[in-house]
Each structure stands twice: as structure tokens, then as C-alpha cells.
């Protein structure tokens, strides 16, 4: 099967750091994969975004125009990019950061307040590990013992402090959606 995600934020919010786990995840489990970032020129604050493809078969192209899944991670990456989701889709907002509520009922949308659950852990920055952990759970792209794997391998020495937060920040984005009834609505 064939995995095709969006991820898409404010630059900082570890929007290309969510698809590079997700790619390297899949390299670990011997899938094809393609990670193809998109930023702004600013380093903090700016709009990024990534298509990662995790395939067990070859990938044709980097290049996705309606992708089976969007991670959005604040308002103005809903707006932009809910339109682009394939009918029939997941949708994984990030509820904390985007207020106002999706327009499309032709997709699996799932709203997950990623920001609360990263303050509880006493970590903002992990919220992009808890959006990763719904998506996870949903789909089942990589295994969740993947990405930590791979976590591992990218955290410096200095940060690998952070790997338990992480994994819960995780853990913790999977159990909010297997909580949550699939909401898919048709038109």
C-alpha cells in the first residue's frame, strides 16, 4: 500500500522534522519512501511543508497533487491545504492552532488538540510528535518502534534527553484518535 502525506505548518513547529521521521521510519522498514520539502525563506515563523511517500513498491514521483492525508499543524495550513486532500481522505488538524473547524464532509478529519497534550508533557515542542502518533495510528504507514528508531539516530547527544517525551507525546497523539469516532461525512 501506498501512503501519500501532507505536512503542513508555521516553520519551527518541526513540520519538516514530522516527514524526515516519517520517510526515515519507512527506509528502517526497507519501504520506498520520498520526503519533498516546501518553506518560505524565513527560519521561524514562515510556512512550511513536506509530501513524504511511503510505498511498498517504487515510487513513480516526489510529486503529489491531491494527497490521501494532510497533517495540518495551524489555521493557515488548513485553509491552504484541506482543498488539496483526495475525496475520501484523512485529515489530522491540530486543534489547538486551528480554531476554526474544516469545511470539507468528504473526508476522515480528526481534530487533535497536539499543543494541550505537548504542554502537559511539559514539552511544546513535541506537538508535532503527537500529530505523527494520530497519523500513525490511523494508518500504520511505519510502525511507531520505526520512528523512534530513527528519532534516535537524528537526535544529537544533547537532546537525547527528549526520547521518552517524545515517545509519549506520541502514544498520547494515538490514543486521542482511537478514542475519537471516525468522522467521515458525505455531501
Known sequence: ?????????????????TGQLLAYGGLLENKEVTWFPSYGPEMRGGTA??????SGKRIASPVVERPGAALVFN?????KFEAKVKPGGLLLVNS????QLPERKDLYTYLVPANEVAQSLGQILVANMVMLGAYLELT?????????KALEKTLSEQRRHLLSVNREA????AQLVSQ????YHTR
Open 1 to 17: 500500500m501506498q501512503h501519500e502525506v501532507l505536512v503542513a505548518g508555521f516553520g519551527g513547529q518541526g513540520v519538516l522534522l
Open 49 to 54: 511543508n513536506c509530501i513524504v511517500i511511503v
Open 140 to 148: 500504520g504507514a511505519v510502525t511507531f518502534s520505526s520512528v523512534l
Open 180 to 183: 475519537q469516532a471516525r468522522k
Open 96 to 99: 489547538a492552532l486551528a480554531t
Open 170 to 173: 506520541m502514544e498520547q497523539g
Open 75 to 79: 489555521q493557515p495550513s488548513l485553509l
